[in-house]
């Protein structure tokens, strides 16, 4: 779930700003050996980009199996010996990991589950705080996370987990300055596929587009593994940002380009969806969608099928996905208010049809990270029900942000234009 954008219908906002950064960036979960397959070769000596057929990896569906299969494996032995914290915490992380791409909250919890139970057990090794600050963080507790954190480093935690992971919490919750000071001397000291994607994305998100792009393309050329994650996962964080800059050609070659590489990538799927809905392809859309809203817990797919099919003049199946999504997301927000806020917001703007609900939920999303898509999110929500103290106080703040994309730019002048 990437940054909620407006500009095109409604559209969905990313739990992998934060959840994908601290997953694969941070350095905490290696792709297991099984999924990566054999090592490649070394990065082309060429500053090229590759083409997407010139960056060979293991077929998508064989690694998620892998994935599967490690997982597995690890929580078999757990239960005919004790495993080490580290084991553990390795278990909550695959999950974690399988929860982000193939879209299951369940995952989630689990690992949640597993760190809260690590802490309990082990209170004075570092690596259970880390394993917990990683699931906190991916369900937006962004604070308690932090907190994990410094705890981890004062029972002696050093290096670069510790930093990427603070870099993450830093990018989700907006403080982009403080999270470049991390990525930078990270990216130059040790460049590979996850740094310098980490760098590209921070740097999107700062609105420096010409920049995240030509980091985009150096860091298929540091890949020496053949794990089709990472690449997926580059390939989407690329596509978002052209989404964000209303390029949905673009963002759409992208989207498919992750999706080829790794099908039951859902966010990949999900977002693809998206912008071939805006690009006039509907059919297409629903074909991408339905098998998601059916297979996964998260709602945002139900919620994203919902409008399309109402667009399209489909109201007795929009009405069906609208209530699945509705019954969804209450019971997430009882659960976990901070990581769904924003996307239930989302959903009661558009399909829900429930603007000042949505405006209700968006403040709170606003209070946990305030980024620019939070701000444009409740701009969007307070124009619709005509609350203008609420849209002068986000347009305000959000004229200071430094580096607004098109849509956010637009979106503010509009919120500002009746505030005096």
């Known amino acids: 779930m990437s940054l909620l954008l407006s500009g095109l219908g409604t559209r969905r906002s990313s739990r992998g700003a934060a959840g994908l950064f601290l997953l694969f960036l941070s350095g905490c979960v290696h792709t297991p050996p099984a999924a990566m397959g054999a090592r490649g070769g070394a990065p082309s000596a060429t500053k090229s980009p590759l083409s997407e057929a010139e960056l060979r990896t293991t077929d998508g569906e064989i690694a998620v199996a892998n994935l599967q299969a490690q997982i597995e494996g690890e929580e078999k032995l757990g239960a005919y010996r004790p495993l080490t914290v580290g084991q ?25 589950e597993i760190a809260e139970a690590l802490v309990l057990e082990m209170p004075t090794d570092p690596e259970s705080f880390l394993a917990r600050a990683q699931v906190r963080a991916s369900l937006h507790r962004f604070a308690a996370a932090l907190l994990d954190l410094d705890e981890a480093e004062r029972l002696g935690l050093r290096g670069g987990r510790l930093d990427s992971m603070r870099a993450a919490i ?4 907006g403080r982009y300055d403080e999270a470049l000071a991390i990525r930078l001397p990270m990216a130059r000291t040790r ?11 921070l740097r999107a998100a700062r609105g420096e587009v010409e920049e995240a792009e030509r980091l985009f393309a150096e860091a298929p050329l540091h890949y ?20 964000r800059e209303g390029k949905e050609e673009r963002a759409r070659e992208l989207f498919a380009a992750s999706e080829r590489r790794l099908p039951a990538y859902a966010k990949a799927r999900g977002h693809l969806a998206e912008v071939e809905a805006a690009l006039g392809r509907t059919d297409r859309a ?100 005509g609350d203008k103290k609420a849209a002068c106080d986000a347009g305000s703040s959000a004229s200071a942000l430094p580096h607004p994309w098109p849509s956010l730019r637009s979106l503010t002048e509009q919120a500002l234009a009746g505030c005096g």
């Open 88 to 112: 553990r915490a390795g278990i909550a992380s695959l999950v974690a990991m399988r929860g982000q791409f193939l879209g299951r909250i369940a995952d989630y919890e689990r690992a949640a």
């Open 191 to 201: 460049p590979d596929i996850r740094s310098l994607g980490a760098l590209a994305s």
């Open 286 to 385: 629903l074909e991408l969608l339905r098998p998601l809203a059916r297979s996964s817990d998260d709602p945002d797919y139900a919620a994203q099928l919902a409008r399309i099919l109402g667009d399209a003049a489909q109201p007795e199946e929009a009405a069906s996905w609208r209530a699945v999504a509705a019954t969804r997301y209450d019971d997430l927000m009882g659960r976990h208010p901070e990581a769904f806020a924003d996307h239930a917001a989302e959903f009661w703007l558009a399909a829900g049809g429930d603007p000042r609900r949505a405006l209700n939920l968006a403040q709170t999303n606003l209070a946990v990270r305030p980024t620019p898509r939070a701000y444009e999110l409740v701009m969007n929500a307070a124009l619709a029900v």
């Open 170 to 173: 830093f990018e989700a919750t």
């Open 224 to 243: 020496r593994d053949v794990s089709p994650f990472p690449v997926a996962w580059l390939y989407f964080q690329q596509g978002s940002m052209w989404m």
